[in-house]
Structure formats: C-alpha cells, structure tokens
C-alpha cells in the first residue's frame, strides 16, 4: 500500500534558489514525483522552469523502486 501523499508529494522551495545563476553540483538527491532521481532540490526547481513542468518532491533521497508498475 502506498502512501497517499508521496504521490501528490511535497512543493519543492524554489524561491531559496537563485535559477537564473545555475545550480550547485551538490549531491543531495530528491526524488521527484516523476519517479525520476534529480542530484538536487534547485536541480529539481530548474527542471520545472525550463519544461514547464510542476514536478515535486516525493521523497528526500533515493527514488524507491516502485513494487507494481502499472503497464
């Protein structure tokens, strides 16, 4: 049984980053609510800046592999 909030996941705090200036190489992964591993909260928040995207975080640290995939 999944946790009802790791899918609608926490809001990332991109106004603590400056996107404009780029991201720190700082491997402090975050796993997105795409199921994708990003290596940082700001990398995450520059993510949805350039695809006009509204990934959040699902989780702090590695992506857990889901148990069932839904084909």
Do not use: W
Not at 29 to 53: A, F, K, M, V, W
């Amino acid at each position: 049984e999944m946790d009802a909030a790791a899918f609608r996941g926490t809001e990332p705090s991109c106004e603590n980053f400056n996107l404009g200036r780029g991201c720190t190489r700082e491997f402090d992964p975050i796993c997105g609510t795409d199921n994708l591993l990003y290596s940082n909260e700001c990398l995450l928040c520059l993510h949805n800046l350039q695809r006009n995207d509204h990934v959040r975080i699902r989780n702090r640290g590695m992506c857990k592999t889901p148990r069932n995939n839904l084909a």
